[in-house]
């Protein structure tokens, strides 16, 4: 059984308005056996879509290698607009050593809500996947029912949106939206052609791909 630990501490600052969910970075990272064109830094493997997400819709002109030069441009951008990164997943076992959310048994989350509470500012989360099991929006609801808190549904279209009250500091209600993003991952890109809008984009411009589709999606909300 392999002990898959995540390799990052949230990346939380007191401006910070929103916070990136996802669940667990791939066993390598915590091997420490990065390869070319890896970064050492959350959302850092060469095969994630999110940064290249990012830096098509703003530019970013990111290095996509294992420097400190990499992971300062990330943290840089992430200072800038006002966004932490804090995955819900602290730990978990796998029997076979791959980065599948459904492959994790024994799962143990991070305290998000009370992380939430020590930083007010936060109004939204954006999770890197959605509601299939094991998912950061599953393991999410399940950190809430835990302790006592309900997600209510704004929107069931894709990206799905939810929102769910805590007490802020003076005991009135603090609202906070998490909106589940289509997963960043080429494993989702099977997912993404079978969904109706981008059936309908796709028929109406035959070179409309799923990285199009996507950063449409992301730039909505970062």
């Not at 294992?66 to 992430?78: C, H, I, N, T």
Request: glycine letters at 8%; charged letters at 30%.
């Amino acid at each position: 059984m392999f002990a898959h630990t995540h390799p990052y501490e949230p990346f939380l600052f007191e401006e910070a308005t929103r916070w990136i969910v996802g669940t667990l970075p791939p066993p390598r990272f915590t091997q420490g056996l990065l390869r070319e064109g890896d970064v050492d830094f959350c959302y850092g493997s060469r095969d994630g879509q999110l940064w290249p997400i990012l830096d098509r819709i703003f530019g970013l002109e990111l290095a996509y290698e294992s420097s400190p030069r990499a992971v300062e441009q990330r943290k840089s951008f992430l200072r800038k607009r006002k966004i932490g990164i804090c995955d819900v997943v602290a730990r978990a076992d796998r029997e076979k050593i791959d980065a599948s959310d459904q492959g994790m048994k024994n799962i143990r989350l991070r305290d998000l809500l009370g992380l939430l509470r020590k930083y007010p500012g936060v109004e939204q989360l954006l999770f890197t996947g959605g509601s299939s099991k094991n998912g950061p929006e599953y393991l999410f609801r399940r950190h809430l029912r835990e302790n006592g808190v309900r997600m209510l549904r704004i929107s069931h279209r894709v990206p799905r949106i939810h929102q769910f009250q805590i007490p802020a500091a003076d005991g009135s209600p603090r609202l906070i939206t998490t909106v589940s993003l289509t997963a960043p991952s080429g494993s989702a890109n099977r997912a993404v052609g079978g969904l109706p809008e981008y059936k309908t984009r796709k028929a109406n411009d035959p070179n409309y791909t799923v990285m199009d589709f996507r950063e449409e999606q992301y730039r909505r909300f970062f």
